[in-house]
């Protein structure tokens, strides 16, 4: 670990305000993985003004997130708890039941547009050997994800933020920068989802609140929404009806430009203040 307190850097992180600390963090970060990322798209062969696929999105994602935990750890100097926290057994119990309302509001909704007779069901050939085939690698994804994700966003960067601000002013900027941050990988389908986005980043914060810090619950969540659009792109499950307003049901990646998308973040809110509020 770096000696936080004699390399300037960490030192003026240490006693920096909290959104100086969110944003030094994510200069670090960036610069730390720009070394990976450059090869990388030479391997995948994108360059960063082509669109990108979902493929390359996703190994771009990978290498980015999987130095997040480490570089809280080394360069930042917290500690690895909330990490070891997502692998006891007390907690996989929340991050299952995380899981089960992530899946829950988005089937729910997805009947419910399906009933209205906005969304078609495509059975693909093969259908049973391509779920077993495909949810273990797309439940490993998910998860990787959302728990780094929680662990940044809903974990360090909330720590940073309590430092300094109220809890519901940490809520909001901690919600502000996640939806902003999707920027950089697609602006043009993102910018539509920036409400959705923000609204999403509130509720896993109030996951967050009603567990007392904790984030397995968020993870849960997070994961199940993954989870869930993952295995109906991947699997090409459904197709919107060419008629209806992409306001109203959405479009094929962006899932929180519409209606439906807010609905499915409304639906956890209300199951997390029901089921775990106080």
């Not at 390359?56 to 909330?82: E, N």
């Not at 057994?89 to 829950?104: Q, R």
């Not at 923000?198 to 199940?224: E, K, N, R, T």
């Not at 109906?232 to 109203?248: A, I, K, Q, R, S």
């Amino acid at each position: 670990m770096i000696d936080l307190e004699s390399n300037p850097i960490t030192s003026t992180l240490i006693n920096s305000n909290g959104i100086i600390k969110v944003i030094l963090f994510l200069i670090i970060w960036g610069v730390v993985w720009l070394p990976i990322a450059f090869p990388l798209t030479r391997l995948i062969q994108w360059h960063p003004a082509a669109p990108i696929s979902n493929s390359q999105k996703l190994t771009l994602i990978a290498s980015l997130y999987l130095i997040a935990p480490w570089l809280a750890w080394g360069v930042m100097g917290k500690d690895l708890h909330q990490i070891t926290l997502i692998f006891r057994a007390s907690t996989l119990n929340f991050i299952l039941w995380g899981y089960v309302i992530g899946i829950i509001t988005i089937v729910f909704t997805d009947l419910s547009i399906f009933f209205l007779g906005w969304l078609k069901w495509k059975k693909p050939p093969d259908f049973f050997y391509a779920i077993v085939k495909t949810i273990p690698l797309l439940f490993l994804v998910s998860f990787l994800v959302a728990a780094v994700e929680e662990l940044i966003f809903r974990g360090l960067f909330v720590n940073f933020l309590m430092e300094d601000y109220r809890l519901w002013t940490t809520a909001i900027i901690s919600s502000g920068v996640f939806a902003l941050l999707h920027l950089l990988w697609e602006r043009k389908d993102t910018i539509p989802q920036l409400p959705g986005l923000f609204l999403m980043g509130m509720v896993l914060f109030y996951s967050v609140y009603l567990q007392d810090g904790s984030i397995a619950l968020a993870v849960g969540i997070h994961g199940g929404w993954v989870l869930s659009l993952a295995t109906l792109d991947t699997l090409d499950l459904y197709e919107y009806d060419d008629g209806v307003n992409p306001w109203l049901c959405g479009e094929k990646g962006k899932p929180l430009a519409s209606l439906a998308g807010i609905l499915v973040v409304v639906l956890a809110g209300l199951l997390l203040f029901f089921c775990f509020g106080r």
